[in-house]
């Protein structure tokens, strides 16, 4: 009980805090994020993969091609650290799913002493008690059943481009990615972010690449200011819902 009075007291003291930097920006527009370097970001992480053997280059006696460049020309899409492209998301998904179950079960077991060469009267008068009879001594009944339906249905439409760095090259080629735009409309701020692993072969003529090609694709798009918070349950119904177990 202690522990949950402590935690408790924690969590307001954090609402606390958060409140009252609320109220002294009220009025006031959310603030942009700094532009950073994203390996320079906390909680970056370097990408490690499982890696094929690393080919050699061979060039041709006479030739300016090499084994290892994919066309002919150099073009301008993204091939090293800091290089930008943009990422095409289109994405639209929809689910159904229905679920039925039912389970019924009915049970019944009876003993009892009918005849035991004249001892059941012996029964019935010594060891039952009033009422008892020898020929129903015990009986069992038991009836269960579960009946469950559920359904969840869901359906998603996100069309949006957005700019990506490439932060890092890995042993076979590929390269890591991560891109995060902010967008102010009046006092709601709209963050998209992107990060995930992806091709050289998969980048098209325009600099671009759809979200689909992209490896370990991480996609978040929401909101931030006074519509995304009323749309948002109250910190005190959101600790009520972890705490209360009915």
Do not use: H
């Not at 003291?13 to 958060?18: D, F, G, N, Q």
């Not at 179950?101 to 010594?126: C, H, P, Q, V």
């Not at 090609?213 to 959101?238: H, L, N, T, W």
């Amino acid at each position: 009980m202690k522990n949950l009075l402590l935690s408790t007291a924690v969590i307001l003291s954090l609402s606390a805090c958060s409140s009252l930097e609320r109220l002294s920006r009220v009025g006031e527009a959310p603030e942009f994020s700094a532009i950073e370097n994203p390996v320079d970001r906390s909680d970056y992480k370097p990408v490690t993969m499982p890696m094929p053997e690393p080919e050699v280059e061979i060039t041709q006696m006479n030739s300016l091609w090499s084994s290892n460049r994919q066309a002919f020309f150099e073009d301008q899409r993204a091939d090293t650290v800091g290089d930008i492209l943009t990422v095409v998301i289109d994405m639209s998904n929809s689910a159904e799913f229905e679920s039925t179950s039912a389970r019924s079960r009915a049970a019944g077991e009876n003993a009892g002493i009918s005849a035991l060469g004249g001892f059941e009267n012996y029964l019935d008068a010594k060891l039952l008690p009033d009422g008892g009879d020898p020929a129903t001594l015990a009986g069992v009944n038991s009836t269960g059943s579960t009946s469950n339906t559920g359904s969840t249905e869901s359906e998603d439409d996100l069309e949006l481009r957005i700019a990506a760095v490439v932060s890092q090259i890995l042993p076979n080629g590929n390269m890591v990615i991560s891109g995060r735009q902010e967008v102010r409309v009046n006092y709601e701020k709209r963050v998209l972010e992107i990060a995930g692993v992806i091709r050289p072969e998969d980048i098209t003529i325009e600099n671009s690449i759809p979200y689909d090609k992209i490896a370990e694709a991480r996609i978040g798009y929401g909101g931030k200011g006074f519509i995304s918070d009323v749309q948002q349950p109250r910190y005190g119904q959101q600790i009520f819902d972890i705490l209360l177990p009915y």
